[in-house]
């Protein structure tokens, strides 16, 4: 049977690569956003808006749905695709970084870990194996590989955590339940030390999975400490498969990792900032809060095409914002995922065009002069 | 200049009526159940949803916006319907109900009433005249008279209140702002106390307003207390005016006072008790909270029609609600406006053809069987 995971590069400027991933639930157009949803939906949002912003990827977290509802449910209703009524790709992570960042009472061993849940203080225990057959009861079309995630700068503890999370991540890939229908990912670990994330990038890559995560940064290091390190992994990794970077949705992050080889990007950012006030504009992240937008009758950003703007003022946004309507967080949602939607939409376009580079400094140019500020 | 309000019979059975009343926004087809969209958005929904749902009218509230974000700044957004973007017909109320039932400080004299804001404690004043102002500046289609709102149950103060809500309800129409395009209802007060309601419609049955109100329900007395007031008041009033029942939703109220010619309905209930899980359908009042909906592989309820039940499954909408999520609370509201409106259709459908009093006791057999409890 032909693995229905297939990486194809449409095009190639520098390091920068436009290219397609496809899976049993469609194309995923890279570099690609994935926003996140944890709990099977995407705060705020009902699948149909996600289709209309033109999301093609969405992300759930494997350690939430694990504790509630459960997996076993989850698969009595189809799947994740099932459950939340969204039928294109879908990714879930292993729940390794929840376990490593949520629990203070964890405990690992070289067999897995073992963690409290959050919600009513019950122990439970992830291995590699429980962890592929809970992923293979969610039922997305990529799955990450059980990691353990050490704070970026701790050397001993980057050096002691990275032996287990290759380790786990060929039990992974031996004891992965249906692997025509998903597509498992290795996950580079090894903080910010050159050394080890080449030799992470080195063991994962001998294990031919079908795509490749960077894992472990933006939780902690330096903005250039996380773009060296991107320096370093990226060369080391394969080229035909898509190239992941986590928990990464900065706009000024994106531009700068997709310079550097990077295809995928998840991140809570945009949806999380939104439902406090805070968007995205080509002019830099403003705060719909802020007591100037009282009277503002113009749209939350010039120009911008999304539902919010073509809709609503940033003076009424602003009026739900600060009476805490739950409309104003929709509002805010929207624009936020419809913003770096278009901005992957633009990456896209300038790589098959041939002037990322370009692109790529006058866009950081714009945003990072906070010139509405 | 002919008034662009009026209210148009198209059939009657018994004291039910079936109606269409015109505004400056469009026609409101009677009888109608109004969204309350307190500080000018109906709770987690779109206009366009609204507009899909099928509402013909929205209610919003004259002292939350009067506080924030300020008429006048409602205003420069060209009213009400520029600033929230819903171009249909808005009725505002006056502000009295919340004055009096949310400020524990207020203080009442006949000139008008002064209260503490419920935002930062700051005192304010209302009066008749300054409503009228206030109203214009919202500028929704119908506007409310400035009335006191006693406990239905206190006879003196039932007494002493009613003469201040008459003379307030003339200085309200004599100090009107906008007569051509807002249509001013008067309210009718007087408890549970026959004799004071009759002497409530009689006075303001001779301002010959566009439309009446019946207030003062549904806050304290028995559902069997309330429709005996409804059939003493509604004989009283004019036969050519919408007659209005205010902050009643409950779908077994909504019949009964339909049954006694009741053309106009507004409530807080389906959008709040959504929220929190709680959904009607043709067999009473459920709470997706319960335990019993984790599995439940079928929509809300058999057989609606509405975008919950068409695209999502109970099981999930019970996650959704058990984990927090606005999506959840999105959902079950739009349910809840669907079930309502589907409930006017359904009683304006039956008056047409003569048969609402076979509808009503169909529709409460099941209503109130609680069959699926």
Redesign the interface.
């Known amino acids: 049977m032909p693995s229905p995971f297939k990486y194809q590069r449409l095009a190639q400027e520098g390091q920068a690569r436009r290219g397609i991933f496809s899976t049993p639930h469609g194309n995923i157009n890279m570099p690609a956003f994935a926003p996140v949803g944890t709990?099977?939906?995407v705060?705020?949002?009902?699948?149909?808006e996600l289709r209309l912003i033109g999301s093609d990827l969405i992300l759930s977290n494997t350690y939430h749905l694990y504790l509630?509802?459960g997996a076993d449910?989850i698969a009595?209703?189809g799947g994740l695709h099932g459950?939340?009524?969204w039928d294109g790709p879908i990714l879930t992570d292993s729940g390794g970084f929840q376990v490593f960042s949520l629990n203070d009472l964890r405990k690992v061993d070289d067999e897995g870990v073992t963690f409290k849940s959050h919600i009513d203080g019950s122990y439970h225990r992830f291995t590699p194996e429980k962890v592929m057959q809970i992923e293979a009861k969610l039922g997305a079309d990529i799955i990450m590989a059980l990691d353990e995630c050490p704070d970026p700068l701790n050397r001993a503890y980057n050096e002691e955590a990275l032996a287990r999370t290759h380790a786990w991540a060929v039990r992974c890939a031996e004891n992965q339940v249906r692997p025509h229908e998903q597509a498992l990912f290795g996950i580079v670990q090894g903080g910010i030390f050159e050394d080890l994330r080449l030799e992470s990038a080195a063991f994962l890559s001998k294990l031919d999975l079908p795509g490749y995560a960077v894992g472990g940064l933006a939780v902690g290091e330096t903005k250039s400490q996380m773009y060296a390190t991107l320096d370093v992994v990226m060369p080391a990794l394969p080229t035909d498969r898509p190239r992941y970077l986590m928990g990464v949705g900065a706009p000024d992050d994106i531009v700068e990792a997709v310079a550097r080889g990077i295809d995928m990007f998840d991140c809570v950012l945009p949806t999380r900032i939104a439902r406090n006030g805070a968007i995205f504009t080509r002019h830099g992240r403003i705060n719909l809060r802020n007591a100037r937008f009282?009277?503002d009758?113009g749209p939350l950003e010039q120009g911008c095409t999304c539902y919010t703007c073509q809709?609503?003022?940033a003076?009424?946004v602003h009026?739900?914002i600060?009476?805490k309507?739950?409309?104003?967080?929709?509002l805010t949602t929207l624009h936020n995922l419809h913003f770096l939607e278009q901005l992957m939409h633009d990456i896209r376009e300038h790589i098959v065009l041939g002037d990322f580079y370009t692109f790529k400094e006058r866009f950081l140019d714009d945003y990072l002069a906070r010139k509405t500020l």
């Open positions: 709990q099977a939906t705060k705020t949002l009902t699948p149909d509630r509802p449910r009595s209703f459950f939340m009524n009282a009277d009758h809709r609503f003022t003076g009424y009026h739900l600060k009476t309507e739950i409309l104003g967080m929709r």
